[in-house]
């Protein structure tokens, strides 16, 4: 062995060795301060003396100023916050409608989102620290979802770290989205869908599309792609809906500044809508051409044999007999937008987080908006106003109208506006 190797055996042997006694002499004064503490107690309990009262250090006074002892021997390093609130006031003394302005759904609601994103949210407690329960951390990621409030504002609330609520927002989105979205988020049955869109006047109707814009902050690499055509950043949420304003599909994460035909084209449900493979093969006779299952846009997207949007330049009373059952239907659309914003108000401010998680985020409380829909949970009078006023400074974007069609597809848009125009004839 090198003669610079023993030597530097020898020293770790000797600090190890110092390192021992110290914490062994450390030891020691802590229990002699503790023998001569309990000594003193049990004197003064003869006596009937209290020690507030007494005058001059106490024995453990003087070797806390010498730093030999801590003061306080601590379990956990993390600062002590009160969680009464939290513990006391909301689990335990709430009612239904303070869970639901809170929370944007009941407590049984939320008790039963808590049982399904358990497997992703169990944590262990560690010897640093103690582990926030799987409802409350459920809880602050709703409240900051639920609120324009900020993390500071909500940590308050709850008693935790200000990045608390940022971990905690993340962990519970992150958790959504992995274990609900494929589950949630889906077509359902696609009759009851069709005799939904039927019933309010459209007929073989699987679905309308439509987007809208997010807005977010300035991204530090290529930010101009981000900001729309009313001037902020924001980042596009395409979404097909169905009769009941439910999310079926959603594509999230293209930048502002492209155009909602463009998200389209490129997005999964094009693809399968184009191959055939996203609908049932259900076809419906309308005079001598057959009209297969389809979703319904704005002008903003293409006219396709699937895919029916309104007629646009000098309208006749047939044209507008379409249009205004189709624009009908495709409310469902904007309404769930609406709902998903006024419910998700964060939604409506510009979202400080990183390009990779707001798409998280934004698809999370897709995912809410769902099952609060499929929960029947109420969408408070007041709501829809207080989203209009915090959206008031981030106005949607117009869409330019896109006149590329399919000659298949003017065929049967032409049937069905023969076909309303028929049907309103004999009304």
Sequence with gaps: MEPSAIIAAVLSVVNTSRLIVHLFQRQMQINLVR??????????????????????????????????????????????TSTDWWDRIVLQVWDESQWLRNFRMRKGTFLELCELLSPALKRQDTRMRAALTIQKRVAIALWKLATPDSYRSVANQFGVGKSTVGVAVMQVAHAIVDLLLSKVVTLGDVQVIIDGFSAMGF??????????????????????????????????????????????NINVGWPGKVHDACVFRNSGLFRRLQEGIFFPDCKIPLG??????????????????????????????EKELFNYRLSKCRMVVECAFGHLKGRWRSLLTRSDLSQTNIPIVIAACCVLHNLCESKGETFMVGWEAEASRLAADYAQPDTRAIRRSQQDALRIREALKARFQSEQGNQ
């Design 35 to 80: 023998r001569q503490r309990k000594l003193r107690e049990d004197m003064n309990s003869e006596r009937g003396t209290d020690l507030s009262q007494s005058t001059g250090p106490r024995p453990l006074d003087i070797m806390v100023a010498m730093g030999h002892v801590d003061p306080v021997e601590r379990r956990f390093w993390a600062r002590e």
């Design 203 to 248: 007929p073989n109707c699987g679905g309308a599309i439509d987007g809208t814009h997010i807005p977010i902050l300035g991204l530090a690499h290529q930010g101009s792609q981000y900001i729309n055509r009313k001037g902020y950043f924001s980042m596009v949420l395409q979404a097909l809906v169905d009769h009941k304003g439910r999310f079926t």
């Design 288 to 317: 001598d051409v057959e009209m297969p299952i389809v979703i319904l846009g704005d002008p903003a997207y293409p006219l396709m044999p699937w895919l029916m949007k309104p007629y646009t330049g000098a309208l006749d009373t």
